[in-house]
């Protein structure tokens, strides 16, 4: 506080006017400091300020808030304004009485309309998340999947084998078959007919089950339930195009054992559909 009272006292006195020496020889006689940086300062001999540390002398006082430069338009506030009467929209006409809907031309055809339609969009599409054989056997290799265990949609999910929105189903991989040295079992909503049958080359089993998007949040998120108040939901059945693509129907909750295929089942999922 002391040395910006002093150099505000000394901007505001006319000796700043005066030359160079006259400018040392006012701070010469200033013996209160003992600072080894501000003698340094002084003693160079800068001219003007240059030598001088640059210190604020704004105030708390001087602040304000940011006002726009520009003002907000008044319009219908008199002639004066340039925006009275008709506010800037002129005589009459559809402009100057309302406004129209996004997209309207007039009357003329829109542009939504002049341009073709191409494609179409399924509704009954299914978008399923892959997985392969090769990331199954990874993760089994690094301990966060027990292949003693039934590997089920949730288990992939909770290992990160796969991502955290599963849509309608997952899809099972033939990449890295060679990989798979071992039994195991899973339960996914697709299977490719190269990871089919290298899962069963190696004495496990793959089976395709059924879930309707509430049976989904049922198996991966059943404290979802819990935390409502709810039952867990039963498992759906598959609708009538879907059954020849699915072994049998989901169960609920999470199943930790697979269950044997007969062998009527094996019969039918031999046969290409």
């Known amino acids: 506080m002391i040395r910006r009272r002093l150099l505000s006292s000394l901007i505001s006195s006319n000796s700043l006017l005066t030359p160079k020496t006259t400018l040392i020889s006012t701070f010469s006689q200033i013996q209160p400091f003992k600072d080894s940086n501000f003698n340094n300062y002084i003693a160079n001999g800068a001219s003007g300020f240059?030598?001088?540390?640059?210190?604020?002398?704004?105030?708390?006082?001087?602040?304000?808030?940011?006002?726009?430069r520009k003002q907000k338009t008044r319009k219908g506030r008199g002639i004066g304004s340039g925006k009275g009467k008709t506010a800037g929209r002129g005589h009459k006409g559809q402009k100057a009485r309302g406004t129209m809907k996004f997209g309207f031309e007039g009357g003329q055809t829109p542009m939504r309309r002049r341009l073709p339609k191409r494609g179409f969009k399924n509704p009954f599409s299914l978008t399923f998340q892959p997985v392969g054989l090769g990331k199954i056997a990874r993760l089994i290799n690094a301990g966060k999947i027990d292949s003693h265990e039934l590997i089920t949609m949730k288990t992939l999910k909770e290992t990160r084998a796969i991502g955290k929105q599963i849509k309608d189903g997952v899809r099972l991989m033939g990449r890295g078959a060679e990989k798979i040295q071992w039994p195991i079992h899973l339960e996914v909503s697709r299977v490719t007919v190269r990871a089919k049958q290298a899962v069963e080359a190696a004495g496990g089993s793959v089976r395709r089950v059924h879930y309707n998007q509430l049976g989904f949040r049922a198996l991966l998120k059943p404290e979802w339930f819990e935390k409502k108040g709810r039952l867990l939901p039963k498992?759906?059945?598959?609708p009538p195009k879907l059954r020849d693509k699915v072994d049998s129907i989901g169960r609920l909750p999470a199943p930790t054992k697979p269950i044997p295929f007969y062998t009527e089942e094996k019969e039918a999922a031999s046969t290409p559909a």
């Not at 240059?50 to 726009?68: C, E, F, I, K, T």
């Not at 498992?235 to 598959?238: D, K, L, T, V």
Request: hydrophobic share 45%; charged share 20%; net charge positive.
């Open 50 to 68: 240059m030598g001088l540390r640059a210190y604020s002398l704004l105030s708390l006082n001087d602040l304000r808030d940011n006002v726009p």
């Open 235 to 238: 498992a759906a059945r598959p």
